[in-house]
């Protein structure tokens, strides 16, 4: 069974860059979420991706956005990247997301650092 | 609005002992799932332990183990024989039935000593 894998581990951009980050959802899952995590803080919900829509979304600006593809991978893309983007960006994929409340398993995250 | 509170930021103890980790939330609904998750230096968000709020019996997984009190909107870890890979940030955290996200503590940085 292959986990969650995220891409790349670590990326530094400047202000008013845009960026997209990866995830690979764990074999079987069809639901992506995605957190924010800020240093020394717990994560904050970004939006949720199911079978290729989105599916809830948390308080976060439209230059926030997301994708899911058919084979249930995901990105995240942030454009005009601001200082308090710095932060390490979580992928966390499960089953049949709110519908069935199986367990979100975790990637390793991406550690974004806005310069 | 929900929220999750840990109170105690930092925990150390010695190596094989007992710790408990305290977790409060609030929540008006009544059909819920908590959770601890840990996350090492390595920044993986691991599952340590669920407990689904209609069932009254505490969660145990090995030498992890829950004390959930629903009435009072409680959900403590209790980690036996601590080991030194036990070392991590611990968060509580809690999803209602039929939402989508996890709503998270802000953790407990939880240090083993030899």
């Known amino acids: 069974e292959t986990g969650v894998t995220q891409s790349p581990t670590h990326l530094i951009k400047t202000r008013g860059q845009q960026v997209t980050l990866r995830c690979s959802s764990q074999s079987g899952h069809n639901t992506v979420s995605w957190y924010q995590q800020a240093l020394g803080q717990g994560p904050q919900f970004i939006f949720q991706?199911?079978?290729?829509?989105?599916?809830g979304r948390g308080n976060f600006p439209p230059r926030f956005s997301g994708l899911q593809f058919p084979n249930y991978s995901s990105e995240l893309n942030v454009n005009a990247l601001e200082l308090d983007d710095s932060a390490l960006y979580l992928c966390a994929s499960s089953l049949d997301g709110a519908y069935s409340n199986q367990p979100q398993h975790f990637g390793d995250g991406t550690r974004l650092s806005i310069l | 609005a929900q929220t999750v509170t840990q109170s105690q930021p930092e925990m150390s103890v010695q190596e094989a002992e007992t710790v408990t980790l305290s977790c409060t939330y609030d929540?008006?609904?009544?059909?819920?799932?908590l959770f601890w998750y840990k996350q090492p230096p390595s920044r993986q968000m691991i599952l340590v332990i669920r407990?689904?709020?209609?069932?009254?019996q505490n969660a145990t997984e090995n030498r992890f183990s829950v004390n959930f009190q629903k009435a009072a909107k409680s959900f403590s870890l209790k980690i036996s024989d601590s080991q030194l890979g036990d070392t991590a940030m611990y968060f509580c955290?809690?999803?209602?039935?039929?939402?989508?996200?996890?709503?998270f503590g802000q953790g407990t940085r939880l240090t083993i000593n030899p």
């Open positions: 991706y199911y079978r290729e829509e989105e599916n």
């Open positions: 929540t008006s609904e009544s059909n819920y799932y």
């Open positions: 407990q689904e709020a209609y069932k009254q």
């Open positions: 955290a809690f999803i209602p039935q039929g939402a989508q996200k996890l709503v």
